[in-house]
C-alpha cells in the first residue's frame, strides 16, 4: 500500500498543478516570467548526477529523436499550408511547436519511468543548439520578421547555464549536497506547470486570447501530439532506448514556443502551443499512473 501510494503521488501532483494553476490563475499568473529559474534548477539536478552527457553509441538514437520529430512536423506543417492557404496565424501557431526543442522538462519524466538520463540530456542539449539554426533558416523561407539572436541567446542560456554549473559542481564537495535533494526536480517541474497553466488561463479569462480559429487550433495541437506519440512508438521500436525515445518525441519545450509567440507576435499565436503544453501534461500524467 505503501509503494502504491508512492506511486500515485506524482501524477496526482501533476493533477493538482494542472487543476489549480486554472483555479488559481489570477494570483499567479505573474510567476510565469521566473519559469526559467526552476527550469535551471531542475536541469541543474539532472545533470549533476551524469558525468558524461555524449557517448558515441548514442549518436544514431539522439540524431533520430532530434530530426525525426522536425520531418514529420514539416509534412504536416507543409500539408497545413495547402490546406489553410494565407491562413498566417494558424500556421505560424503550428510552426512554433514544430520548431520547439525538445522539453528540458523532458528529463524528469524520463527520470520518473526509469529511463536513461544521459541519453535524455544529450539529446535536449543537441535539440536546443540545433534548433538555433532551424530559426533562421525558417525565418527566411517564411519572411518572418523575429529577432534570431535573441533567439539563440535564450536557447543556449536555457542549457548552458544549468550545463556549466553541474560541472563545476561535480568537482566539489557540495555535489553531496546536492545529490540529497536531485529528487526535487519533479517538483520544480511542476511549480512550472502550475505557474504556466495559471498565466495560460489568466490569458483566457481577461479574454486577451479571443481567436476565432481557437478550435481549428485545438485540434492541430492535439493531432500534433497524435503524431509525434505514434512517430516515436514507429521509430522507437527497434532502439535501445524505446522508452525514452518515445517520451521525447512527446515533449517538445512548449514554453518557448509561447515566449515566441508573446515576443515577437501577438497571444493568439501561443493557442497551438498552450493547448500542446496541456494535452503533452495530460499525457505524462497517464504515463506516470501506469508506470511502475
Not at 557540495?174 to 488561463?201: D, P, Q, R
Not at 525514452?244 to 493568439?268: D, K, P
Not at 499565436?269 to 499512473?289: P, R, V
Request: with cysteine; hydrophobic share 55%.
Amino acid at each position: 500500500k505503501i509503494k502504491k501510494t508512492k506511486t500515485l503521488i506524482r501524477p496526482i501532483s501533476l493533477i493538482i498543478a494542472l487543476i489549480f494553476g486554472y483555479i488559481l490563475s489570477e494570483y499567479f499568473y505573474t510567476f510565469a516570467k521566473y519559469s526559467s529559474y526552476f527550469l535551471f534548477a531542475m536541469l541543474f539536478l539532472s545533470m549533476i548526477r551524469v558525468d558524461k552527457f555524449f557517448h558515441k553509441d548514442y549518436a544514431v538514437e539522439s540524431i533520430l529523436v532530434v530530426f525525426l520529430p522536425l520531418i514529420f512536423g514539416g509534412i504536416f506543417y507543409t500539408l497545413l499550408s495547402l490546406i489553410l492557404k494565407n491562413n498566417h496565424q494558424i500556421l505560424i501557431s503550428a510552426a512554433l511547436i514544430i520548431l520547439s526543442p525538445l522539453a528540458t522538462t523532458a528529463v524528469v519524466m524520463v527520470k520518473a519511468i526509469n529511463g536513461n538520463i544521459a541519453f535524455a540530456i544529450m539529446c535536449i542539449i543537441l535539440s536546443h543548439f540545433f534548433t538555433i539554426i532551424f530559426w533562421p533558416i525558417f525565418s527566411y523561407l517564411t519572411s518572418m520578421k523575429i529577432n534570431c539572436i535573441e533567439i539563440a541567446i535564450k536557447l543556449s542560456t536555457m542549457i548552458l547555464v544549468p550545463f556549466i554549473f553541474s560541472r563545476i559542481v561535480r568537482k566539489t564537495k557540495a555535489i553531496s549536497v546536492f545529490a540529497k535533494i536531485e529528487h526535487l526536480g519533479f517538483y520544480l517541474w511542476i511549480v512550472v506547470v502550475f505557474i504556466n497553466i495559471a498565466s495560460i488561463s489568466h490569458l483566457f479569462k481577461i479574454n486577451q486570447i479571443h481567436s476565432n480559429q481557437i478550435n481549428t487550433m485545438i485540434l492541430i495541437s492535439f493531432l500534433m501530439i497524435l503524431i509525434n506519440y505514434f512517430g516515436g512508438l514507429f521509430c522507437s521500436k527497434h532502439l535501445k532506448f524505446q522508452t525514452e525515445v518515445r517520451q521525447l518525441f512527446i515533449q517538445r519545450n512548449t514554453v518557448f514556443g509561447i515566449w515566441i509567440a508573446n515576443s515577437f507576435f501577438t497571444s493568439e499565436y501561443a493557442i497551438c502551443s498552450i493547448f500542446y503544453l496541456i494535452f503533452q501534461n495530460i499525457y505524462n500524467t497517464l504515463k506516470l499512473i501506469n508506470s511502475k
